[in-house]
């Protein structure tokens, strides 16, 4: 708290001594808190705290005293506070990070003992055994947690999911039943639906929906068990899931969502009479407030099935003169040519649309641009699948494939869609050489990658495997750069057997001069002779491959080639000569990556003393500065940055430093034996002068 200004005293006292200020004991007008000054102090950084310095743990003495220290911490800070799990999750990963398994084990035990409801503990616990593969100790956590704590649906979802990714159906079915017996909510139940239906079990699938409508009696709940029935073909089964729903709600809790689906679905049957029956049996129970819904809902079906021409007519004529207005205001108002199209495809006669499809393909876009193209294309796709499908007319079809090919120009750009959408229409005629002639002629006129894959596909599925040779080497003297195209050609032969063919396609693949990706090419090729056990020819890959480039991710892949078929002292000499590489090129980054890749390779395969030797190696990581480049010539400024300070290098600046130091102390006796002789020339010219 501030304090009030100091008051001066009167004059001296006795002795001449001045007489001390006396304060002011009123408060000041204006307080300042205590806490006001500590908020003030932290928001402008006043103390500014250095960071803890880094340890670098040499033996095992001192491993055992900082694990006792941290563990002794992680003991105070539970000590002080048992019921904050945060502390107890902390310590529990840190003995799992020091791979003390059992210790975090100990740990997650006493924080259950503490509180067995928290939900975070049971999580951290199960996770960190599945995640070291300790399947039954973490079925038996999902046990105890979902026993404790059955409410918690994140439990039984992780333990079922468990059980499905270990393939262990009938447990997982054995644990939805437990949960099944607690009646969760909605999703849980569908959860539990979805994985029988995965697993073709329709009957299973059909007694849980017959448990589920009645654990959760709503309507969409009834809607949703009679599109299963319908949806797996069992039409009366669901009509009769909608009877039973009608009963079991009754006349009390009549909703019209129930009748409406009923309605749809006989009509989607094609009964009519049925579906009208339930219209008007729903609105002579429902009110008018309780059904707007249900009564647009029958106005529709009146119209599409009903006898009131008139009234359907109107409405009708309103929207289609509506639509026409838009048309004849803008012809190339695609939007409006759909929405009349579909009017008239859902209550109209054959020859009206047929002849409203053409005056639509009529109207060509007037830009020259792919996208200005794309919705009067789909004019042409929904006339030719209209034709094909609601009028039943193939040679209809065919015409308006060919009329739409005709229209696009090709020179310019060309649509893949209704190539291949052409091609699969004859194919479904059993015209295959029209639609292999259809194929060539796209790639003929108009080659796009879409065209060579579709008709790949097309003789891949007649097992034509001649052919497709064939495409692929039309497919690559049109892009040879496309490394997709290359693998997929390999794929293709090594899928046939012929490994002489894969060979000679990689190696005429990396030898292009120009590739879009050619890592992936060449990480192809080497997986393959791997996977042929050639291990030969992968090293003549990869030193192939390093002759085009020296990046450190090709050594590394080279090196645990090496020690993958346990060829330890290859792999070491090829970690060295990276190294000798990477140090020449002054790639410090790469270099540094190496060394860590060399150093996880003798952990695993070298003994202590080559341990010892890759630990030597390893740099120091500095802080450093460095001014910054403007190219306007103005002042940069500096930024810090990280370097990476090698053994060597530092070996080869001292003895650098050293010849410095050597010629300044030879430069500087030159220098003053020039002066000494200076001196002499000076006496010898006044002795002469005297």
Not at 348 to 374: C, F, H, Q
Not at 645 to 653: K, L, V
Request: glycine share 4%; proline share 3%.
């Amino acid at each position: 708290m501030s304090e009030a200004p100091h008051v001066k005293s009167g004059p001296t006292g006795a002795g001449g001594k001045h007489v001390g200020k006396v304060k002011n004991k009123l408060p000041a007008p204006i307080q300042i808190t205590a806490e006001q000054l500590l908020r003030e102090a932290k928001e402008r950084q006043l103390e500014i705290v250095p960071p803890p310095p880094r340890q670098k743990i040499t033996d095992p003495t001192e491993l055992a005293e900082y694990r006792m220290r941290k563990r002794k911490q992680f003991e105070d800070n539970i000590r002080k506070n048992r019921s904050v799990m945060v502390n107890w999750i902390k310590y529990a990963r840190w003995e799992e990070e020091t791979q003390e398994y059992q210790r975090a084990r100990s740990v997650y035990e006493r924080a259950l003992d503490v509180d067995h409801r928290c939900v975070p503990i049971w999580l951290k616990y199960t996770e960190m055994e599945m995640r070291h593969k300790q399947v039954n100790h973490a079925r038996n956590l999902w046990d105890r947690a979902v026993t404790l704590l059955p409410r918690v649906s994140q439990f039984w979802y992780k333990y079922t999911y468990m059980e499905e990714m270990l393939e262990n159906v009938a447990g997982a079915r054995q644990v939805f039943e437990r949960w099944m017996e607690w009646e969760p909510e909605e999703q849980s139940w569908s959860s539990y639906i979805n994985m029988e239906l995965r697993y073709k079990e329709i009957d299973r699938a059909r007694s849980i929906y017959e448990k589920f409508v009645l654990v959760h009696p709503t309507v969409k709940n009834w809607i949703r068990f009679a599109k299963f029935e319908e949806k797996h073909g069992n039409i009366a089964g669901a009509r009769g899931v909608y009877e039973r729903a009608v009963d079991f709600f009754g006349e009390e809790y009549m909703e019209e969502g129930l009748f409406i689906g009923f309605a749809k679905f006989e009509e989607g049957q094609k009964e009519s009479e049925r579906a009208r029956a339930i219209y008007k049996y729903a609105l002579e129970k429902l009110t008018k407030e309780q059904c707007p819904e249900l009564f647009k809902s029958y106005s529709i079906f009146e119209k599409k099935f009903g006898d009131r021409r008139g009234i359907e007519d109107v409405i009708i004529n309103k929207r289609r003169f509506k639509y026409e207005t838009e048309i004849k205001h803008n012809p190339l108002n695609y939007d409006a040519w759909f929405d009349l199209l579909r009017l008239l495809e859902a209550d109209g006669s054959l020859e009206d649309v047929r002849d409203t499809y053409e005056r639509a393909i009529a109207n060509i876009p007037l830009v020259a641009s792919k996208k200005g193209w794309r919705r009067y294309i789909y004019l042409w796709i929904n006339y030719a699948l209209f034709e094909e499908l609601e009028a039943d007319d193939v040679d209809k079809t065919r015409e308006v494939y060919k009329g739409c090919l005709d229209v696009i120009p090709h020179k310019k750009f060309t649509f893949g869609k209704i190539w291949l959408m052409f091609a699969q229409f004859e194919i479904r005629q059993k015209n295959l050489d029209a639609a292999r002639k259809i194929l060539g002629t796209s790639i003929g006129k108009c080659p796009k990658p879409k065209l060579f894959k579709g008709y790949i596909d097309l003789e891949l599925q007649m097992r034509e495997f001649d052919r497709c040779r064939k495409i692929y080497e039309k497919f690559l003297e049109h892009d040879m750069s496309n490394c997709n195209t290359w693998m997929k050609f390999a794929e293709l032969e090594t899928i046939l057997g012929d490994t002489d063919r894969v060979r000679a396609i990689f190696n005429l693949a990396i030898q292009q001069p120009l590739l879009d990706m050619p890592e992936i090419l060449w990480k192809a090729y080497i997986d393959f002779e791997v996977e042929e056990e050639e291990h030969e020819r992968v090293r003549a890959l990869y030193k192939a491959l390093l002759q085009r480039t020296k990046h450190v991710k090709v050594w590394i892949s080279f090196a645990n080639f090496e020690a993958s078929i346990e060829q330890t002292r290859r792999a070491r000499e090829i970690f060295e000569e990276a190294d000798r590489s990477l140090q020449l090129d002054t790639q410090k980054e790469e270099r540094v990556l190496c060394l860590e890749a060399w150093k996880e390779f003798e952990i695993k395969h070298g003994t202590e003393e080559t341990q010892d030797a890759i630990k030597k190696k390893l740099p120091r990581r500095v802080k450093k500065r460095r001014k910054i480049d403007v190219e306007e010539g103005g002042e940069g400024g500096w930024e810090e940055y990280w370097d990476y300070i090698f053994p060597d290098s530092e070996a080869n600046s001292s003895n650098l430093k050293f010849l410095q130091m050597a010629k300044a102390w030879k430069k500087q006796q030159n220098t003053e034996d020039s002066d000494s002789d200076d001196d002499d020339d000076d006496d010898d010219n006044e002795d002469t002068a005297d």
